[in-house]
């Protein structure tokens, strides 16, 4: 007897997933692992920045009482390389040489640029300051931040330059958000692994590959990926094992009313049926369930339809999980070419856009088939074609996700 499952739209699937309560845990990780992964406290300065007053320029600090009269010849009590400090005070007519980024002596009051100055013949203790300048050229301590200012808010999902930041600061160690674990179990005994000879009636496994890339661009660890031949145990018992260290499986294939769609009765039989029916073409089959604790999204095995299924659920899911939102940006985009099929369903098309006028515009993307494979390397959108008995008109707005890592 043919299961009946309760189709539910593109959008209420969509509503599901942001009503699953995920777990907010955080690890503490070295700086230099940290290089996109989401702050999970603010970081707040650990004392003033800079620390000291710096140089900015090389030339030689001289005191306000001094700075008067030029040209004058200046007596020259040190040299401070950047690193050093300066113990003491200038006295009248005292100079000390200074680098750029050193310390500079508690009494001086500004820095004269070094191509304002020229050496005095047959006194090498001495250095002749030509003219004054309008700025002290000094960083002042604190300038930049005070001891305690806000550096970088928990939320924040950190790149190269927010860790140069927080290293200024001497920090080693960071908390951030822990990434989710996800496994991926494609499906099919139809699949061939990469390196095997090409058989009649097989296929290679390219989906697998396809999610493992993006769940990986999405933030997320993938532990694992592994290939099983239809086989409703071995299913059982890599699921089982799979759900111990995992807080999410993306099973791949055999989710719909065939023979040997095993996924299909594992998602009907759990603990949390979230949907197991889309309204929606591709990708109607697309499931996704929890049990004992671990999230499963069954993908459709047609590669357009794996594609646009990852995209429309698991990734938002998987970037809510590290507190960030999807890297997809939802806009509306006019029709630049008529799509000419009606459909009793809401079909979610691989495109392309461009930006005209300040107004996106999106047609599709060569094949809209659910197992066509060719255009997802150059897909850089999706976009919404709403059931209709009349194709959309040319110019209609319609709802598209402007895809990342495009
Ligand atoms: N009687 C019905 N048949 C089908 C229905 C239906 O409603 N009634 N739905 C069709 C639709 S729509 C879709 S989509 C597919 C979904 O099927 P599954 O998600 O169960 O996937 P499979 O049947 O396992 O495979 C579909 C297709 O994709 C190929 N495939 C599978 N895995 C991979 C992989 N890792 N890499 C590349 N390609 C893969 C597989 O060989 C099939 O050609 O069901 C329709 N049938
Ligand atoms: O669900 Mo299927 O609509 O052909 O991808």
Not at 115 to 124: H, L
Not at 189 to 199: F, H, M, N, R, V
Not at 252 to 268: C, H, I, K, P
Not at 281 to 304: C, E, Q, W, Y
């Amino acid at each position: 007897m043919l299961e009946r499952r309760k189709p539910i739209t593109l959008e209420e699937a969509q509503a599901k997933l942001v009503a699953l309560k995920l777990p907010q845990q955080v690890e503490t990780i070295a700086i230099s692992d940290a290089n996109h992964r989401v702050l999970a406290e603010d970081a707040l300065a650990a004392y003033d920045y800079p620390n000291f007053r710096r140089s900015g320029y090389d030339g030689y600090a001289i005191r306000d009482a001094d700075d008067h009269d030029f040209p004058k010849n200046f007596h020259v009590v040190g040299e401070i390389q950047a690193g050093a400090t300066f113990d003491g005070d200038l006295g009248e007519n005292e100079t000390a040489r200074i680098m750029t980024g050193a310390f500079v002596p508690d009494n001086a009051a500004k820095v004269i640029m070094l191509e304002q100055t020229r050496s005095v013949p047959d006194q090498p203790d001495a250095v002749k300051i030509m003219v004054s300048q309008d700025r002290d050229n000094i960083t002042p301590a604190g300038s930049e931040f005070k001891a305690g200012a806000l550096l970088i808010a928990a939320g924040t999902e950190l790149n190269p330059g927010g860790l140069s930041l927080l290293t200024a600061f001497g920090a080693t160690e960071v908390n951030v958000y822990r990434q989710p674990r996800v496994a991926i179990v494609t499906t099919g005994t139809e699949l061939l692994q990469s390196g095997d000879a090409p058989q009649p009636g097989k296929i290679f496994n390219s989906n697998g590959p396809l999610i493992a890339n993006l769940v990986a661009e999405s933030g997320a660890i993938v532990t694992e990926t592994i290939q099983l031949i239809d086989d409703f145990e071995l299913l059982q018992t890599n699921l089982e094992r799979l759900k111990k260290t995992n807080d999410l499986i993306i099973t791949d294939g055999g989710v719909s009313v065939g023979d040997f769609d095993y996924l299909a009765t594992t998602a009907r039989d759990s603990d949390q049926l979230l949907f197991n029916k889309l309204k929606m073409r591709p990708g109607s089959v697309t499931t996704a369930f929890v049990d004992d604790d671990t999230l499963i999204f069954a993908l459709s095995g047609n590669p357009g339809a794996c594609y646009t299924g990852f995209y429309l659920f698991t990734e938002p899911l998987l970037r809510r999980w590290v507190h960030q939102p999807s890297r997809s940006q939802k806009v509306s985009a006019r029709l630049a070419r008529v799509y000419p099929k009606t459909n009793g369903y809401d079909k979610v098309l691989r495109g392309v856009y461009q930006l005209v006028d300040g107004h996106y515009q999106v047609q599709l993307n060569g094949s809209d088939v659910s197992g066509a494979l060719g255009n997802l390397q150059s897909t850089t959108c999706l976009f919404k074609i709403p059931h209709s008995h009349e194709p959309l008109p040319l110019h209609s707005e319609v709802e598209t996700w402007l895809l990342p890592f495009k």
